[in-house]
Nanobody
Framework: QVKLVESGGGSVQAGGSLRLSCAAS????????MGWFRQAPGKEREAVAN???????DYAASVKGRFAISGDIGAGTLFLLMNNLKPEDTAMYYC?????????????????WGQGTQVTVSS
């Protein structure tokens, strides 16, 4: 069972930056994709960005151009650099990993989840 641990959340003012990190508990050859999701109070969890083992990336339209995902899937590390943060980016951010081929924007397509790290952006 792969465990994921996120870090790097915090509180920033609008326009600021944060870098989230995610580390898997073990090296895995069966993880094909890792991604970031977020959930704001009263809203459904939504996909933010994902990274395929072979390098392809995908971003939600709301963060494209501001956020950058990177990492080493084989080593179980994932990062999310968030620039020009906006109050609407305030949410709990979750790292997720998928053990079937390909990536997905749907949360039920992921098999492993972290506990989340809070990001709060003030105006």
């Amino acid at each position: 069972q792969v465990k994921l641990v996120e870090s790097g959340g915090g509180s920033v003012q609008a326009g600021g930056s944060l870098r989230l990190s995610c580390a898997a508990s073990e090296y895995s050859t069966t993880i094909y994709c890792m991604g970031w999701f977020r959930q704001a109070p009263g809203k459904e969890r939504e996909a933010v960005a994902n990274l395929h083992r072979f390098g392809d990336t995908d971003y939600a339209a709301s963060v494209k151009g501001r956020f950058a995902i990177s990492g080493d899937i084989g080593a179980g590390t994932l990062f999310l650099l968030m620039n020009n943060l906006k109050p609407e980016d305030t949410a709990m951010y979750y790292c997720a990993a998928r053990s079937t081929y390909g990536c997905s924007r749907v949360d039920y397509g992921y098999h492993y989840w972290g506990q989340g790290t809070q990001v709060t952006v003030s105006s």
